[in-house]
């Protein structure tokens, strides 16, 4: 009896399993770990996390395209070529004799933990699309899209209120975190920067640093989102808001999509007043 042909990706296993492994690291890696900085620094306070976020979105039209280039697509190809592996599509040669096996367990796990909390946090916060019909009619009646960029953490505050959803995203980062330093460290092995066994023991203690560390970063961020003052935060993003209007740096009809409808409806009755 022949053999049925092998698939595509189980003939380049080589070059799939390097290019799933860098994507993990860069882009995907690197923008988790910037992310999680940006956030942290609503610890500072709301004004530093709204300049942050201003120099986000200060690349205008190119954002989207930065985003689906560098971030979303490197993403999704991760996450296919991950549940490829796992559901045996490709040779299982990934489980390496020196991998323990709760080791080995707890990085598909967090694997796909961390896949179902990002497709959910960005829908969360952003909505997926940034199409209008699609945030008023789909995005917003589900509760997505709260995140507004330029009411950066009075929004991220609201968002992260009430009890759930800090331990959704507290079990969903440290997944995240998890899965990037110990992929850190298996993927040293697969490209051959670490083989010895003393190599590897150094490579993980300096991995176990770098999750540790990590991790205080994200829980420090989310601490900062549920401890936002809001009302103090609103008041902040108006002044800095009209001080960019006044600079010419903003359009108001161009930017009123990224403002929350609150202090959107205050600008524009002020706007009225004044005339």
Known sequence: MEKAPASFLAR?????????????????????VIHLLTNSTVLTSSATFQ???????????????????????????????????IRGGLPNTGSYSYTSNIRYTLQRATGMIAFL??????????????????????????????????NAASTLGAAMSGFVYPILYAIGVLSC???????????GITWGVWVSPAAQKRANVACVIFGVGLAA???????????????AAKSMEEKMYNAKLASGELDEK???????????GHAQADTDQDE
């Open 254 to 264: 161009a930017s009123e999509h990224k403002r929350s409808h609150d202090d959107a």
């Open 51 to 85: 300049r942050a976020v201003y120099q986000i979105h200060s690349l205008g039209d190119l954002l989207p395209l930065i985003e689906w280039t560098f971030i979303f697509i490197p993403l999704i190809f991760h996450a296919i070529i991950g549940v490829v592996i």
């Open 117 to 150: 909390f990002i497709m959910w946090h960005v829908f969360h916060m952003h909505g997926w699309f940034h199409f209008e019909t699609w945030i008023e009619n789909v995005a917003e009646p589900l509760g997505g899209a709260q995140f507004k960029p330029y």
């Open 217 to 231: 970063v994200a829980m420090g961020a989310l601490g900062g989102a549920i401890t936002v003052d809001e009302e």
């Open 177 to 187: 975190v998890f899965h990037l330093a110990n992929g850190i460290w298996t993927m």
């Open 12 to 32: 380049h296993e080589f070059l799939v399993r390097r290019l799933h492994s860098l994507s993990g690291l860069v882009p995907v890696g690197a923008y988790m």
